[in-house]
């Protein structure tokens, strides 16, 4: 496993930002007509995002969640989070090519921030025993999160999305994500996309119901 030099928020952001993103007309200077928007308001935009779409439309965002990635379920299940022309969600932004990837990160941590402490407290993954049946980022932040589950809550409540302190979170936590991977296989960690896997598993976890012996 490696560390990549992709780490570094600037090379990071860059290569994350949707080059359409644009702002409404006035938000920046006094243009008429909408304006390229940064990446550091684009990430804002995505930062809020989930937690107002976790408010104002949770069962459609519940229901998001609920599709596997990269499906044609979660094609439909995405539309009406996003099937008017304005959405208050959307801040300042006429325009934005979301990666998809963002925005179900992005409704995990809002769901999960909605959750009492009882219910985030009962969310324990099931732990994969063996790293070689991991064949994906989220099959690794379900293992993850099944071992590290404070480390991982930790991010989430005490960084922002693309910013140092992810960054320098994540490097730290580093340590401990070898017992998640095959030995044999060098993983390059991006920051965000570990955030965000993160995020949506933790939410998964703590939805689970839970499993109680019997005694008889």
Not at 51 to 69: I, M, N, V, Y
Not at 104 to 124: V, Y
Not at 137 to 165: I, M, P, W
Not at 199 to 209: G, S, T, W
């Amino acid at each position: 496993m490696r560390f990549a030099s992709c780490l570094v928020a600037s090379a990071l952001l860059v290569s994350s930002f949707p080059a359409s993103a644009q702002l409404s007309p006035g938000t920046s200077g006094f243009s008429s007509a909408p304006v390229s928007a940064s990446e550091a308001e684009y990430w804002s935009m995505v930062r809020t995002l989930g937690g107002c779409l976790a408010d104002s439309k949770r069962a459609q965002s519940e229901a998001f969640l609920a599709t596997a990635s990269g499906t044609p379920e979660e094609s439909a299940a995405f539309a009406p989070l996003f099937h008017r022309k304005s959405n208050r969600c959307m801040g300042n932004f006429v325009r934005a090519s979301i990666v998809r990837a963002h925005i179900r990160g992005s409704i995990a941590e809002g769901l999960f921030e909605q959750m009492d402490e009882t219910q985030r407290a009962q969310g324990l993954a099931m732990p994969i025993a063996e790293p070689e049946s991991i064949r994906s980022l989220h099959d690794f932040a379900r293992c993850y999160v099944s071992r590290q589950q404070a480390d991982a809550v930790a991010l989430l409540s005490e960084t922002k999305l693309a910013s140092k302190g992810e960054s320098e979170a994540i490097r730290q936590m580093s340590a401990d994500f070898s017992e998640c991977f095959p030995a044999d296989r060098e993983v390059t960690i991006v920051p965000i996309d570990i955030r965000m896997a993160i995020a949506e598993q933790l939410y998964h976890a703590a939805r689970r119901p839970v499993q109680t012996q019997v005694v008889n």
